[in-house]
């Protein structure tokens, strides 16, 4: 059975209709008229144990919303989700003990006191003994190098090592689902690497189920196999990163670097994109011409200094995506 | 309830890391307790002023009615409604979803967070006791038996405001904003409480209505026990009265509390 199952998940807003200016927020006041939002519209999706699901969607598209409702923050509007054999807004001690939430936008850890008090606490909330806390704060803490400011305010710490603090805190007692929203934001490319490998290592070595939601589409690439994509609150594509690429851009690029600039470059099967002095962009269709073929006639054709073939990345084929819907709401 | 009792270690590791933290904020609590010592000092000067005129107030002494002042005054200060403050702002910034993802219950997070802050404010309002007695007057309590009766009703004080506290805070759920509700309740709560003038001189229908509300708890019964002005059967009652609407509170707190959880928007994404 997945260890996250939810169907047809909607949630609901509702923000009382405000009319503009000083009259309008008294008549707010007394006004009955409510605006529904549909943040989540009807939502289902299993994640199997030991997956790492990468959930994307753009701004305001439900992500957020979705992760508070399988972390039993927010009550959905209507449909089931199960984590792990429970109701999380119905049981929220029980499914609290269950999973691990890392929000980039905010902290678990108390600002004023060091981090380690901070990890302390939170492994007595989650019951650990002991030996098994400083176990596992051990480990954590060679993982993610925590050692250099444990003993600093949290407040004192920069956006990055409070992070690696808060991953930290929420794999303390060892959940078997981690919920990560937006965790690189804001991050340097070093802390991005850090934490993504870190992601990876708690994966790979204690089978923790991930589900992320990021804007950084190299997280996706270089952590999911499997990606959903939402738009409006709705599921637009569940399933292999790799499949989601063969369907939207299906083309590769071959990108040419002539020894001698002057001929205007045409192979066989490829269309020339552009071509800037030296360099020539084709785009070709792999299922339908061998690499093989074009780098052959290329290199009887023209005198070739360099030959590089481009996979499509995420990045474009989402943006791609998204491009061909109109802007919600 | 079960789950409450389970988490109550976990609870009073939260309170014993806050007072550390409380100190971070010395320089507003220092300039908030200077005021209410300034107030003392004002009720004492307009208070002696009334008595000099008059002689009809015997059943309540002058010297009686500043130590009642003073402690009532000093206790309403630091018996604050807090959790009022700390609920609306972890609703307004959002945070409200990281403590809620927690595995101990959120209200207990709130008071256990009042307990620590109380602590660790009271050393000031010990040290603040010499300054009271020259602004206002201090006298022990009537008897040991006084003493004891004023320290348990003071901790039913206290527990009886973390839950006022936690209700106002718990209406930041629907409407995200309780500064004007804390206003008024603040200056309702000195006043019904007995903090300017001793319940004993409001007149019949403004009496009646003051023994009707919860805000006696505050002041009134607890500085009654410590005077002496409450004994024997009328103490035993009056600490009754205070169990009463802890009780009361604390059913009307679990069943807000229910609601408010299932009408939760989180703030900032």
């Known amino acids: 059975m997945a260890i996250i199952a939810v169907r047809d998940l909607v949630k609901e807003f509702r923000t009382p209709k405000r009319a503009p200016g000083l009259l309008g927020a008294v008549r707010t006041l007394f006004t009955t008229e409510q605006r529904v939002t549909r943040a989540v519209d009807g939502v289902s999706l299993d994640v199997e144990e030991g997956e790492l699901v990468g959930y994307l969607g753009r701004n305001g598209a439900g992500k957020s919303t979705t992760i508070k409702c399988l ?20 049981d929220r001690q029980r499914n609290a003990l269950n999973i691990g939430v890392v929000f980039g936008q905010r902290s678990q850890l108390w600002w004023d006191i060091p981090l380690a008090d901070s990890l302390e606490l939170i492994g007595r909330m989650y019951r650990l003994d002991r030996p098994t806390y400083r176990r596992n704060l051990e480990t954590l803490s060679g993982l993610l190098g925590l050692e250099p400011f444990l003993d600093k305010p949290v407040r004192q710490l920069s956006l990055g090592q409070k992070m690696r603090g808060d991953l930290a805190a929420a794999m303390l007692y060892e959940p078997r689902i981690l919920y990560l929203d937006e965790p690189t934001v804001g991050l340097d490319v070093l802390a991005k690497e850090r934490i993504r490998s870190f992601i990876v290592e708690m994966n790979r070595t204690r089978g923790t189920t991930v589900l992320l939601t990021t804007h950084d589409l190299k997280d996706v690439e270089l952590l999911c196999r499997r990606i959903v994509l939402i738009e ?15 369907r939207y851009a299906p083309f590769r690029q071959l990108v040419i670097t002539l020894a001698v600039e002057g001929a205007l470059v045409d192979l066989p099967g490829a269309e020339r994109v552009r071509q800037e002095g030296p360099q020539a962009w084709l785009r070709f269709d792999p299922e339908r011409v061998p690499v093989a073929d074009l780098i052959v006639a290329a290199t009887e054709r023209y005198p070739v200094r360099d030959i590089a073939i481009e996979e499509p990345e995420l990045e474009s084929v989402v943006r791609q995506i998204f491009a061909e819907r109109e802007e919600p709401r | 309830m079960s789950a409450i009792i389970a988490a109550l270690p976990v609870y009073a590791r939260l309170a014993a890391m806050v007072p550390k933290t409380v100190l971070a904020y010395r320089f507003n609590i220092v300039m908030s307790l200077i005021s209410v010592l300034l107030q003392i000092y004002l009720l004492r000067v307009v208070w002696s002023a009334i008595y000099a005129e008059r002689t009809d107030v015997q059943a309540f002494p002058l010297e009686q009615l500043l130590t009642y002042l003073t402690i009532a005054n000093l206790q309403i200060w630091l018996v604050n409604p807090q959790p009022a403050w700390n609920v609306q702002q972890r609703v307004r910034e959002g945070q409200i979803a990281v403590d809620i993802a ?3 219950p959120f209200p207990g997070q709130m008071v256990a967070q009042h307990v620590g802050e109380t602590i660790g404010v009271a050393p000031l309002v010990a040290a603040a006791l010499p300054v009271a007695f020259i602004a206002g007057s201090l006298r022990p309590p009537a008897s040991v038996e006084s003493g004891v009766l004023y320290l348990v009703s003071l901790a039913v004080a206290f527990a009886v405001m973390s839950l006022m506290g936690l209700l106002l805070g718990f209406v930041a759920f629907w409407t995200l904003e309780t500064t004007g509700m804390m206003a008024i309740f603040r200056f309702a709560n000195l006043f019904f409480a007995g903090g300017l003038v001793p319940l004993a001189f409001f007149p019949s229908p403004l009496r009646t209505v003051a023994e009707a509300l919860p805000f006696q708890t505050q002041a009134s019964i607890p500085v009654s026990l410590y005077l002496g002005r409450l004994e024997g059967a009328d103490a035993l009652r009056a600490l009754a009265l205070q169990l009463v609407w802890l009780a009361l509170l604390g059913v009307l707190a679990v069943a807000v509390w229910r609601r408010a959880v299932s009408k939760i928007v989180v703030q900032g994404g």
């Open chain 1, 71 to 90: 972390t039993g923050i927010l009550v959905p509007t209507n449909g089931q989700v199960v984590v792990d054999g429970v109701v999380p807004w119905r």
């Open chain 1, 232 to 246: 409006l609150g709705r599921v637009l594509y569940d399933g292999a990163v790799a499949d989601l690429k063969r």
């Open chain 2, 102 to 104: 927690r595995p101990v």
